[in-house]
């Protein structure tokens, strides 16, 4: 029960911590009632967080493939940046954009919640649904990708086709 409420305690000391330095990062000149102020919110934001994490019951899931993943990250956003680039301009000439979408299966011992963080932080692909239950090779998840091209990053998270 007591390392319970020191991990409860810990989460929220955590978030209130990150919360704060977001939000002094965003003020041109920090003054004593601006610290204040971002403490305050940071701590309500922070209880929230901690209650919602609590409700959903969500935590990482497995660890597997989280190195790749870290290193093909940076590359794909790049990528995925001159690839955002093309869509842009031919839209602007009157072609209509090619995003769809599609069901992935991430691959097996992935955790979804990291995994759905990462492919969602790219410019091509944006997590949209992951529905209950896991298929035979993994999780299952409904993704809006901004063309047909798979990146590194998609090919190191998911396995088998897009559908």
Not at 54 to 83: C, I, K
Request: aromatic share 6%; proline share 4%; hydrophobic share 50%.
């Amino acid at each position: 029960m007591r390392q319970g409420w020191f991990a409860a305690w810990g989460e929220v000391l955590a978030w209130w911590a990150v919360l704060v330095v977001v939000n002094l990062m965003f003020i041109s000149s920090i003054s004593t009632l601006e610290i204040v102020v971002a403490a305050a919110g940071a701590m309500i934001a922070a209880f929230a967080a901690r209650a919602v994490h609590s409700a959903s019951g969500a935590g990482p899931g497995g660890a597997r493939r989280w190195g790749a993943a870290l290193l093909a990250w940076p590359g794909a956003v790049l990528a995925d940046l001159g690839r955002l680039c093309v869509v842009t301009v031919r839209a602007l000439h009157g072609r209509s954009p090619e995003g769809a979408l599609k069901t992935v299966t991430l691959q097996p011992g992935t955790g979804a919640a990291w995994a759905c963080g990462v492919l969602s932080s790219t410019p091509s692909t944006y997590v949209v649904d992951v529905p209950e239950g896991m298929t035979e090779g993994g999780q299952t998840v409904v993704v809006h990708v901004m063309d047909r091209e798979l990146s590194r990053l998609d090919r190191v998270l998911t396995v088998g086709p897009r559908r």
